[in-house]
């Protein structure tokens, strides 16, 4: 069994900075792949990116080279930065674990003015 915490969320300005961290606790060493997602209001849960556990990633399109993805392995912990923020990334935003399939409870963006 796995668990994944997220945090570091909040409300930043439009062009400003988050990074967000995914702590995964438990079975650590059964995860191969852990996602990040983001579900705007009103809209379904978007893929945004993946690293793999021999360090590979990869980034949806839109994120259009805004978003990045590292991790520290001693800290069992992936993160998600966004930079470049924009009124449209307002999100909940959730770190998702394979396999299993285990999901965080979300941290919230909200880029506002």
């Known amino acids: 069994q796995v668990q994944l915490v997220e945090s570091g969320g909040g409300l930043v300005q439009p062009g400003g900075s988050l990074r967000l961290s995914c702590v995964a606790s438990?079975?650590?060493?059964?995860?191969?792949?852990i996602y990040w997602y983001r579900q705007r209001p009103g809209q379904e849960r978007e893929w945004i990116g993946h690293v793999v556990n021999n360090g590979g990633k990869n980034y949806a399109r839109f994120t259009e080279g805004r978003v990045m993805i590292s991790r520290d392995v001693a800290k069992n912990t992936v993160y998600l930065t966004l930079r470049a923020l924009r009124l449209e990334d307002t999100a909940v935003y959730y770190c998702f674990g394979l396999p299993g399939s285990y999901w965080g409870q979300g941290t919230q963006v909200t880029v506002s003015t």
């Open positions: 438990g079975d650590v060493s059964s995860l191969h792949t």
